[in-house]
């Protein structure tokens, strides 16, 4: 079991910036695919971003050139940078685990509770 504990979310300014964490407790950190998805009122929840064990990034076309996904092993702690926001980045964002590549929800085996950002111009 992997459990996870997002925080970080917030009320920002439209153009500002946020930075989101997920601790990570239980098995073997290092060894997961750690991603961040996004699920706004209404809407499916969507792939954001994901960094697999050895570092390797990909992103959502939506927010490639504004968000950084990163982790720190020895903190067991991925990190979801996220800067020039935009009102419709308003979601809940979510931290999931897993093994499997691919951007689908079914990819990751264990999910956080979510942290709410909200984006007003």
């Known amino acids: 079991q992997v459990q996870l504990v997002e925080s970080g979310g917030g009320l920002v300014q439209a153009g500002g910036s946020l930075r989101l964490s997920c601790a990570a407790s239980?098995?073997?950190?290092?060894?997961?695919?750690m991603a961040w998805f996004r699920q706004a009122p209404g809407k499916e929840r969507e792939f954001v971003a994901a960094i697999s064990w050895s570092s390797s990034t990909n992103y959502a076309d939506s927010v490639k050139g504004r968000f950084t996904i990163s982790r720190d092993n020895a903190k067991n702690t991925v990190y979801l940078q996220m800067n020039s926001l935009k009102p419709e980045d308003t979601a809940r964002y979510y931290c999931?685990?897993?093994?499997?590549?691919?951007?689908?929800?079914?990819?990751?085996?264990?999910w956080g509770k979510g942290t709410l950002v909200t984006v007003f111009s």
């Open positions: 239980g098995r073997t950190f290092s060894g997961y695919r």
């Open positions: 999931g685990a897993g093994v499997v590549a691919g951007q689908a929800t079914s990819s990751m085996a264990y």
